[in-house]
């Protein structure tokens, strides 16, 4: 087998709902996005978002065809399944709400027949009035939660949770959630799709209609026992001399750093993992492999595994976020 050791950087997967807005081209320059953007799928191995390498040796093949051809080469020694990808990487920006939902994890995801979705928020822009909704009030039941769905008033029963850029929170699968109006997010989650809509704030779509809920599976996928999510804030220290690197989130499924870059760094690679890499600020070069591309703010890249190592080379300040599994 020969080997995938270049950076890769693939055409994003745009999707048009409803809430989504136009923040995704107006703050990133992104050129061929629908009117209403609600997400860029940046990183993706689905049948309904699959990433196509945008240059470089292996432009014009998918993410899903490349992780069937080099496997562990690509995805890394910690892959549950080597040959398909286990996250999926995506912006979204939110106009309005989001409707309240449910994932399903691995417990109970055999109730449903649905894929296990655990997931994080970066905040990357915000309103001065958003939030997030994320886990339910103390002292509500199955019960409580089912009178509130069916009187239209289920947004009594979810904690709210102001935010501002920067900040960070993880969302386990099993956990009810919406991401508010004026949050524009950086998400990692595990590779799937599974959504079930628990409540829509009574809202009347363009057809004059509601859109469908899936109630009887949310209730299945809520798990009662999770403590309340609490927000990371994983601020750097101001220092114009020297990259830092801040924790944001570990599970069992990945884990996200901050890497404040303002001089060139050599990182490693140990065959466990890819890197994924976002760039929240700035501009970066990446060499991996003999080539370089350059990440413009709000762009991605992935390393694959065997890669062995990689160069950042900021122009200046770079604020990126990178994830391993």
């Given at each position: 087998?020969?080997?995938?050791?270049?950076?890769?950087?693939?055409?994003?997967?745009?999707?048009?709902?409803?809430?989504?807005?136009?923040?995704?081209?107006?703050?990133?320059?992104?050129?061929?996005?629908?009117?209403?953007?609600?997400?860029?799928?940046?990183?993706?191995?689905?049948?309904?978002?699959?990433?196509?390498?945008?240059?470089?040796?292996?432009?014009?093949?998918?993410?899903?065809?490349?992780?069937?051809?080099?496997?562990?080469?690509?995805?890394?020694?910690?892959?549950?399944?080597?040959?398909?990808?286990?996250?999926?990487?995506?912006?979204?920006?939110?106009?309005?709400?989001?409707?309240?939902?449910?994932?399903?994890?691995?417990?109970?995801?055999?109730?449903?027949?649905?894929?296990?979705?655990?997931?994080?928020?970066?905040?990357?822009?915000?309103?001065?009035?958003?939030?997030?909704?994320?886990?339910?009030?103390?002292?509500?039941?199955?019960?409580?939660?089912?009178?509130?769905?069916?009187?239209?008033?289920?947004?009594?029963?979810?904690?709210?949770?102001?935010?501002?850029?920067?900040?960070?929170?993880?969302?386990?699968?099993?956990?009810?959630?919406?991401?508010?109006?004026?949050?524009?997010?950086?998400?990692?989650?595990?590779?799937s799709n599974t959504t079930?809509?628990?409540?829509?704030?009574?809202?009347?779509?363009?057809?004059?209609?509601?859109?469908?809920?899936?109630?009887?599976?949310?209730?299945?996928?809520?798990?009662?026992?999770?403590?309340?999510?609490?927000?990371?804030?994983?601020?750097?220290?101001?220092?114009?001399?020297?990259?830092?690197?801040?924790?944001?989130?570990?599970?069992?499924?990945?884990?996200?750093?901050?890497?404040?870059?303002?001089?060139?760094e050599n990182l490693t690679?140990?065959?466990?993992?890819?890197?994924?890499?976002?760039?929240?600020?700035?501009?970066?070069?990446?060499?991996?492999?003999?080539?370089?591309?350059?990440?413009?703010?709000?762009?991605?890249?992935?390393?694959?595994?065997?890669?062995?190592?990689?160069?950042?080379?900021?122009?200046?300040?770079?604020?990126?976020?990178?994830?391993?599994?």
């Amino acid at each position: 087998m020969h080997f995938v050791r270049e950076p890769l950087v693939f055409k994003p997967a745009y999707k048009e709902y409803i809430w989504g807005g136009s923040r995704i081209s107006e703050k990133y320059g992104r050129l061929g996005t629908p009117d209403i953007c609600a997400e860029s799928w940046e990183i993706a191995a689905r049948p309904d978002g699959d990433s196509v390498v945008s240059h470089g040796r292996f432009a014009g093949q998918s993410l899903s065809e490349l992780t069937a051809e080099f496997g562990t080469c690509l995805t890394g020694t910690r892959a549950p399944e080597p040959s398909r990808f286990p996250l999926l990487f995506k912006l979204i920006d939110a106009r309005e709400c989001l409707s309240v939902q449910v994932h399903p994890n691995e417990s109970n995801a055999c109730l449903t027949g649905g894929e296990p979705k655990t997931e994080l928020w970066v905040v990357l822009d915000c309103t001065p009035d958003s939030c997030l909704y994320a886990g339910l009030r103390e002292g509500s039941s199955p019960a409580m939660l089912q009178a509130a769905l069916s009187a239209g008033s289920a947004e009594q029963h979810l904690l709210r949770l102001k935010v501002k850029p920067g900040q960070a929170l993880f969302i386990p699968g099993g956990l009810v959630h919406a991401i508010g109006a004026g949050c524009l997010i950086y998400e990692i989650q595990q590779n799937s799709n599974t959504t079930y809509r628990l409540f829509d704030w009574n809202r009347i779509g363009p057809d004059n209609k509601s859109r469908a809920l899936h109630i009887e599976d949310s209730l299945k996928s809520i798990d009662w026992s999770l403590p309340a999510p609490q927000l990371v804030s994983p601020a750097a220290k101001a220092d114009n001399h020297n990259n830092q690197s801040i924790h944001v989130s570990r599970c069992a499924f990945f884990t996200t750093r901050q890497l404040d870059v303002v001089a060139p760094e050599n990182l490693t690679l140990d065959g466990t993992s890819f890197h994924a890499i976002f760039n929240a600020e700035g501009v970066v070069e990446i060499t991996a492999g003999g080539k370089t591309v350059r990440l413009d703010t709000g762009t991605s890249a992935l390393i694959p595994a065997d890669a062995k190592g990689y160069r950042l080379t900021p122009a200046g300040h770079a604020k990126l976020f990178v994830t391993s599994l």
